[in-house]
């Protein structure tokens, strides 16, 4: 049994499903704070973080498609479930939150809003202690996901 010190928040961990629910309204509400540049910047900016949010919720619907019966909002995974490791799992072991940072960069990006990417930032050190919560419930519940947490990327394909 591997133990966490991050606190589980809830039986099937509830409260990490509420931070991260009011951290996502900061970051949409952020980006009309912008803009911080304009001009070609400004136009270049939309363009890219266009692309960025695409790409995340691409990885993030890949992510939900693979999960299938397993999913769930909580990071507690289900009685019963199987451990998913192919599709976007094979990417990356938590493709949803890296799919959901990856399109909040792109939403501050795309809106010019430096409190957009700051609460960008913030996102992925709260999804980074998210999938350590739930990690030591899934190494838990699953024989095999220590080696599959070896060989595989936390949230960003190739990156982390």
Do not use: C
Not at 106 to 135: C, H, V
Request: no cysteine; glycine share 16%.
């Amino acid at each position: 049994m591997e133990r966490s010190r991050l606190p589980a928040l809830g039986p099937h961990g509830e409260g990490w499903f509420l931070a991260q629910f009011v951290i996502f309204v900061g970051i949409f509400a952020a980006g009309g704070l912008g803009p911080a540049w304009s001009g070609p910047a400004r136009l270049g900016g939309l363009a890219a973080g266009a692309g960025l949010v695409a790409l995340g919720g691409l990885l993030a619907v890949r992510g939900v498609l693979d999960l299938r019966e397993n999913l769930t909002p909580f990071p507690r995974p289900l009685a019963g479930g199987r451990l998913v490791d192919d599709g976007a799992y094979g990417l990356v072991r938590h493709p949803i939150y890296g799919g959901l940072v990856v399109g909040a960069i792109g939403w501050g990006i795309a809106t010019a809003s430096l409190p957009a990417l700051a609460g960008a930032a913030l996102l992925l050190g709260f999804f980074d202690l998210k999938s350590r919560r739930e990690e030591s419930w899934l190494v838990d519940q699953y024989q095999g996901y220590a080696s599959y947490r070896a060989r595989t990327r936390r949230l960003l394909p190739w990156i982390y």
